[in-house]
């Protein structure tokens, strides 16, 4: 089965600033990754996902998370954050079989 | 078009009661999915319906049941309600897949049970 760990609880950074959330996963089949966004009293949208092909995915916003097979990674980066980005972000990892399995959270917040 | 829409968005229960949970689908989406996201968590996965079925199941007890409609909105029941049911429940709705599909969240119901 596979698990998702997000290393860090909380990342409190400054606006304008780079950040990177950090994400982890364990598998024994081939997976899919995903980034998911919650903002305060709202679901989760997707970020981006990372299927197959190039390792770096990129979303609309300005993130992007690079795919690292050897390390077992999906890392989150923006080179430069802004307050609305202040949210809560969840690593999520899929197989074939569709069981969706998400890690425990990163609280992002922005200080201006 | 519509997102995925869930009924009601709060609730307060008791221990021991039942509660359904409703969710309508994304226009175009014919399956949907149940989490349940404590506190301070990430989401966990209750099940999956499609074409009126379960077609997979997480790590939850029996008192967590399902249904799918032919128009594929969906309920959530949950019986004999315990203290730790109380949550966040997100209602996500695709089309089939193997994996790839996006899952499309609604806002959720918070449940709390006293």
């Known amino acids: 089965a596979q698990s998702v760990t997000q290393l860090d609880s909380q990342v409190p950074v400054f606006e304008e600033a780079p950040v990177e959330l950090r994400c982890n996963y364990s598998?024994?089949?081939?997976?899919?990754l995903f980034w998911y966004v919650q903002y305060p009293n709202q679901g989760l949208q997707l970020l981006l996902k990372?299927?197959?092909?190039?390792?770096l995915v990129e979303s609309i916003n300005g993130f992007e998370a690079e795919f690292n097979k050897s390390q077992t990674s999906f890392h989150l980066r923006k080179p430069s954050v802004h307050i609305s980005d202040t949210a809560e972000y969840f690593c999520?990892?899929?197989?074939?079989?569709?069981?969706?399995?998400f890690g425990a959270g990163t609280r992002l917040t922005v200080k201006p | 078009d519509a997102g995925v829409t869930q009924s009601p968005t709060h609730l307060i229960k008791t221990r021991g009661q039942q509660v359904t949970l409703r969710c309508s689908p994304k226009?175009?989406?014919?399956?949907v999915s149940w989490y349940q996201q404590a506190l301070g968590q990430g989401p966990q996965f209750i099940f999956q319906y499609y074409e009126e079925e379960e077609r997979q199941r997480g790590n939850f007890p029996d008192r967590f049941s399902g249904h799918q409609f032919p128009n594929y909105s969906s309920e959530l029941n949950v019986n004999a309600l315990l203290l730790g049911d109380s949550a966040l429940y997100l209602c996500?709705?695709?089309?089939?897949?193997?994996?790839?599909?996006?899952?499309?969240f609604g806002p959720g119901t918070r449940l709390l049970v006293l």
């Open positions: 990372y299927l197959s092909g190039s390792t």
């Open positions: 996500a709705s695709s089309i089939p897949g193997q994996g790839t599909e996006t899952q499309y």
């Open positions: 598998s024994s089949v081939s997976v899919y």
């Open positions: 226009s175009g989406h014919d399956t």
């Open positions: 999520a990892v899929r197989s074939n079989n569709n069981d969706m399995r």
